[in-house]
C-alpha cells in the first residue's frame, strides 16, 4: 500500500523559513516523479517543484529562487526547503507520486498547513 505523509508545516514570519518533507512507503521516490503542490483557500491547486531521475528539478515561477527540492533516497524523503517565505505562500501543501513530473499524481499525500503570517 502506498502512503505519502507530509510533514514540517506551520506558522512562520515572513521572510522565514521552513523545510517540508514527504516521508513515502510503498513506493521508491528514485524510481517515481515526486511532486509539491499547494492550495490556497478559494484558488486552484498549484504545482510548485517536482523532482524526478536525474532530471533538473522544476519550479514554478512563484517560488523560484526560493525554495529548493532534494531527494534524500536511504530515507525514501523528498524534501522542500522554503526560504524568504511570503504572506502569499500560505497554503496547504501536498505531495504527490506519479510516474512523469506532468501527470495529474497517483498517490497523494494528506497535506501540511504552512501559514506565513506577522
Known amino acids: 500500500q502506498v502512503q505519502l505523509v507530509e510533514s514540517g508545516g506551520g506558522l512562520v514570519q515572513p521572510g522565514g523559513s521552513l523545510r517540508l518533507s514527504c516521508a513515502a512507503s510503498?513506493?521508491?521516490?528514485?524510481?517515481?516523479?515526486i511532486g509539491w503542490f499547494r492550495q490556497a483557500p478559494g484558488k486552484d491547486r498549484e504545482g510548485i517543484s517536482c523532482?524526478?531521475?536525474?532530471?533538473?528539478?522544476y519550479y514554478a515561477n512563484s517560488v523560484k529562487g526560493r525554495f529548493t527540492i532534494s531527494r534524500d533516497n536511504a530515507k525514501n524523503t523528498v524534501n522542500l526547503q522554503m526560504n524568504n517565505l511570503k504572506p502569499e505562500d500560505t497554503a496547504v501543501y501536498y505531495c504527490?507520486?506519479?510516474?512523469?513530473?506532468?501527470?495529474?499524481?497517483?498517490?497523494w499525500g494528506q497535506g501540511t498547513q504552512v501559514t506565513v503570517s506577522s
Open positions: 523532482i524526478v531521475g536525474s532530471e533538473r528539478p
Open positions: 510503498g513506493l521508491s521516490v528514485d524510481y517515481y516523479a
Open positions: 504527490a507520486a506519479d510516474l512523469y513530473c506532468s501527470g495529474p499524481g497517483d498517490y
